[in-house]
């Protein structure tokens, strides 16, 4: 069964410093897409950045990238240059290839972030 | 701008209730989902819909329904709300078709029920 697990329960990290939030995943799929969200406190899911299992690079948006290690089944989000707004939960998902029309997604548990000043 | 909006941001139910709990989305999307999120257990599927009157159940179905009778609208229904019922619950949609699109979610509802 497809799966995507996140070890890390909560992490903090000093402001202007970067961090890496971990999410591996298990799927049988050759064809799948990973997912990063945010969750700020207010509760609305915030969708950070995607990387396809084709995709030779690594994602990037701003000041996040996803470190894409397919062989380890890896997908880290790295977030340089941490900033107060950061702190948040944040999700890794992955797309089911049965339902790729569908876009349907598993997520993972969370992990909470505290950027400290 | 894409929105997806939820009928209610929060909600007192009691025991044995009939509950509704309304999406609307204004991306002409195909498909739609309701998740519930619980403390260390991420996101859970309870339904999925990738066109009107279609649905497909997610993970946890059980005490739950849905309707789709309009593309833009996803309606879940608790038939008979219970106390291991409350949570947030958050609706979301996404384009359909071979390629991956990103859900975009609505703001949540936190459903208590007593």
């Known amino acids: 069964a497809q799966k995507i697990t996140q070890t890390q329960p909560g992490m903090f990290v000093q402001e202007k410093e970067a961090v890496t939030l971990d999410c591996t995943y298990d799927?049988?799929?050759?064809?799948?897409?990973l997912f990063w969200y945010k969750q700020p406190s207010s509760g609305e899911m915030i969708f950070l950045i995607y990387q396809g299992s084709y995709d030779e690079q690594n994602a990037t948006e701003g000041r996040y990238s996803l470190n894409f290690q397919k062989a380890r089944k890896s997908a880290n989000l790295v977030i340089s240059a941490s900033q107060l707004g950061d702190s948040a939960m944040y999700f890794c998902a992955m797309r089911e290839g049965r339902f790729a029309g569908y876009n349907k997604l598993i997520f993972g548990a969370g992990t909470r972030l505290a950027v400290h000043p | 701008d894409v929105k997806v909006t939820q009928s209610s941001r929060y909600l007192v139910k009691r025991t044995g209730e009939k509950v509704f709990l309304e999406c609307v989305q204004d991306?002409?999307?195909?498909?739609m989902f309701w998740y519930r999120q619980d403390p260390g257990l991420g996101l859970r599927l309870i339904y999925f819909s990738y066109d009107v009157k279609m649905k497909e159940k997610g993970d946890i179905p059980e005490g739950y329904s849905v309707s789709r009778e309009k593309k833009e609208r996803f309606s879940l229904i608790l038939e008979s709300a219970s106390t291991n019922q409350t949570s947030m619950y958050l609706c979301?949609?996404?384009?359909?078709?071979?390629?991956?699109?990103?859900?975009?979610f609505g703001p949540g509802t936190r459903l208590t029920v007593t």
């Open positions: 991306m002409d999307h195909e498909n």
């Open positions: 799927t049988s799929d050759q064809s799948y897409g």
């Open positions: 979301a949609s996404s384009q359909g078709g071979q390629f991956s699109y990103e859900q975009y």
